[in-house]
């Protein structure tokens, strides 16, 4: 089979022979599978209705390296409607070339919770990656409140984020992640903990208690290195029989 064949179009995703030899592993993740997936949840678990954002990592990675403010806000931020939003998960890689794509080396996961207005950084290879998710984290912290749109004198629009007092800026917290045992599989735990925000937020209506947090630390371990590439793999199977 030619690596370029395509295997799956799902969503606004296409996933190739090359990105299935990639899951089989073992190797580190690229971006595609990461993307599928996170248009796989946010299809299974309505993400709409439980006011849940899953942002690509294409885009995690824009917003992070983005230098124009305005454009920022205009192609990112206000079609993405963050302050719509109860939970937004991003992606952090910590690729240092915007013009190659594909280059990072690891990956972690960014979690912003309006309930308790805080950004959440899950990193299962402890302390390297803070830099990179601080550099995310204060690209889009004052990104969190209202919008309002003002007009200039030839009439074009621009989009403008709301503040609501320095009081109400988000916080950064790194928490304790399960740690991967080898260097390939933080992809692995990037997905495992969002597919267990996104199932905790599903059933949240139907009166489960506690907190989400508490559901990631309860379920996602280092076990998952032993049977997730597995497990989706019969998925993108199960996915491309339908």
């Known amino acids: 089979m030619d690596d370029k064949e395509i295997v799956l179009s799902y969503k606004d995703v296409v996933l190739r022979v090359s990105d299935l030899n990639i899951l089989k592993g073992p190797y580190y993740l690229n971006d ?10 946010s299809s299974s678990y309505n993400v709409d209705a439980n006011d849940i954002l899953l942002v690509p990592p294409s885009t995690s990675y824009w917003l992070a390296n ?3 403010q305005q454009s920022l806000v205009n192609d990112f931020v206000e079609p993405l409607k963050f302050s719509s939003k109860k939970l937004i998960l991003f992606t952090v890689n910590d690729n240092e070339d915007p013009s190659a ?19 959440l950084h899950f990193d299962s290879l402890l302390g390297m990656h803070r ?8 690209a889009v912290k ?44 933080c992809g692995l735990y990037v997905m495992a903990i969002s597919e ?36 989706v793999l019969k998925l993108i199977e199960d996915l491309r029989k339908q």
Request: glycine share 8%.
């Open 131 to 138: 830099y990179h998710a601080l550099k995310l984290y204060k």
């Open 142 to 185: 004052g990104f969190m409140g209202t919008t309002s749109e003002s007009s200039s004198k030839d009439g074009a629009k621009t989009v403008k984020m709301k503040a609501v007092g320095s009081a109400a800026v988000p916080f950064f917290k790194e928490v304790k992640t399960p740690q991967q045992t080898n260097g390939f599989d």
């Open 66 to 68: 983005c230098q124009d």
């Open 101 to 119: 794509a594909e280059r990072g080396t690891h990956w972690s996961l960014l979690v912003y919770d309006r309930s308790q207005n805080y950004f």
């Open 196 to 231: 267990v925000i996104c199932r905790w937020h599903s059933c949240e209506r139907n009166g489960n208690d506690g907190h989400w947090l508490s559901a990631v630390e309860r379920e996602v371990n280092a076990y998952l290195e032993t049977k997730m590439r597995g497990e």
């Open 32 to 41: 595609q599978i990461i993307d599928f997936y996170f248009a796989y949840l």
